[in-house]
């Protein structure tokens, strides 16, 4: 039998973490339980601070069009029915269902009551230090349907 030998690289596997969403989920209920609600908020602060500082740095630099590039296409990786509207001191993102969400319930796995914080409080600490705020005008916590709103908060 000949040995066969298959190279691929990260770049060309299809983008797939899906069940990540289920593993956080778990560890913020963790934390929920045992630490409370601000543990949970602390946390996605100090991690979306930190992983987000690129993202941070381009709407510092470039404004609400840094954050639709990148939301397009976080939404397009993960399959999510998504609209929105940029205007110059404006961006609104509709979401029709949180393509997490709905891969955790169509899984089984139990969504952490305060999932919701992984876009409000993200959101949030991606703005903070920028001319730009966000806030999290409606979200549904059985599919994750949002509306999500950053604004130019300061000149």
């Given at each position: 039998m000949v040995k066969q030998v298959m190279r691929r690289a990260a770049g060309d596997n299809e983008y797939l973490h899906q069940d990540f969403h289920g593993a956080l989920s778990a560890g913020l209920e963790y934390l929920h339980e045992k630490y409370g609600e601000e543990a949970v908020r602390r946390y996605?602060?100090?991690?979306?601070?930190?992983?987000?500082?690129?993202?941070?740095?381009a709407v510092e630099r470039r404004g609400l069009v840094a954050l639709e590039e990148h939301f397009r296409e976080v939404y397009s990786l993960e399959g999510g029915e998504v609209r929105f509207v940029l205007s110059e001191d404006e961006l609104r993102i509709e979401v029709d269902a949180c393509p997490a969400v709905t891969h955790m319930r169509r899984r089984g796995y139990p969504v952490a009551r305060l999932y919701r914080?992984?876009?409000?409080?993200?959101?949030?600490?991606?703005?903070?230090?920028?001319?730009?705020?966000?806030?999290?005008?409606?979200?549904?916590d059985e599919t994750g349907r949002s509306i999500q709103r950053f604004y130019r908060s300061r000149s």
């Open positions: 996605l602060w100090q991690f979306a601070r930190t992983f987000y500082a690129p993202l941070t740095e914080e992984t876009t409000e409080t993200v959101n949030r600490a991606i703005c903070h230090q920028t001319p730009f705020a966000a806030e999290l005008l409606q979200y549904d």
